[in-house]
């Protein structure tokens, strides 16, 4: 069965550091997401991503954040500077339908660990 | 906003039992509700979809209603197995993202 799949699960860097969380949507969808769920909170959504832009974004997801599809199957969470509070499970997801009615699909999750 | 409240946050039932697990929510203006599994350390795994024009949805041994206008949804769990043992999470889909409840979090005893 076609799924979401993350790399790497789990990553510790240092504050400051840049970190690039990488996510494999299933193939034939077309919108992509970016979740995170701090430890013990609720899944929180960052960003949406469709036709090679951004749709929507959280006020989580300030000028630290970018995503990217670089080519036709990655689609990339970039953090620019880690901070401490940036520790958390950061979850990807994908839609196949029109954007609001379809079924989403989430990955296994990055544990990002910021030291 | 959006917000999404499960109830209760905690469940510990004996194996065998049939539990309903709450979800409300305060914008009844939604496209869909979908119901999560997340068990320690993993990823969100779909277990029902509601779309805002359906009532309930069925799989196996479980069944989520939906009464949009009050703002609610119920997972139904027939039967619990221990393998049930989880977090459930509640998630409304308003424009193009979709609120998550804190989950209730439940252990069936054997």
């Known amino acids: 069965e076609p799924e979401v799949t993350q790399t790497p699960s789990h990553q510790v860097t240092q504050m400051g550091q840049e970190v690039i969380l990488r996510c494999v949507p299933i193939?034939?969808?077309?919108?992509f997401y970016w979740y995170r769920q701090i430890l013990g909170q609720k899944v929180e959504f960052l960003v949406s991503?469709?036709?090679?832009?951004?749709?929507?974004k959280s006020e989580i997801f300030d000028d630290q954040f970018s995503v990217e599809r670089p080519d036709g199957s990655n689609f990339t969470l970039k953090i620019r500077s880690t901070k401490l509070e940036d520790s958390a499970m950061y979850f990807c997801?994908?839609?196949?339908?029109?954007?609001?009615?379809?079924?989403?699909?989430f990955g296994e999750g990055s544990r990002l660990t910021v030291l | 906003k959006q917000e999404v409240t499960q109830i209760p946050a905690a469940l510990s039932v004996p194996e065998g039992e049939n539990l309903v697990l709450n979800c409300s929510f305060t914008?009844?203006?939604?496209?869909?509700l979908q119901w999560f599994r997340q068990d320690p350390g993993k990823g969100l795994t779909s277990l029902l979809l509601?779309?805002?024009?359906?009532r309930e949805q069925t799989s196996g041994r479980l069944n989520a209603s939906l009464d949009k206008s009050s703002g609610r949804s119920t997972l139904y769990i027939a039967a619990s197995q221990p393998g049930d043992s989880a977090t459930y999470l509640c998630?409304?889909?308003?424009?193009?993202?979709?609120?998550f409840g804190a989950g209730t979090r439940l252990t069936v005893k054997p």
């Open positions: 997801a994908s839609r196949r339908d029109r954007r609001n009615t379809g079924e989403l699909f």
């Open positions: 193939s034939n969808h077309l919108y």
């Open positions: 991503f469709y036709n090679n832009e951004i749709s929507e």
């Open positions: 914008d009844s203006a939604i496209y869909n």
């Open positions: 509601i779309q805002s024009s359906q």
């Open positions: 998630a409304v889909c308003n424009n193009n993202d979709m609120r």
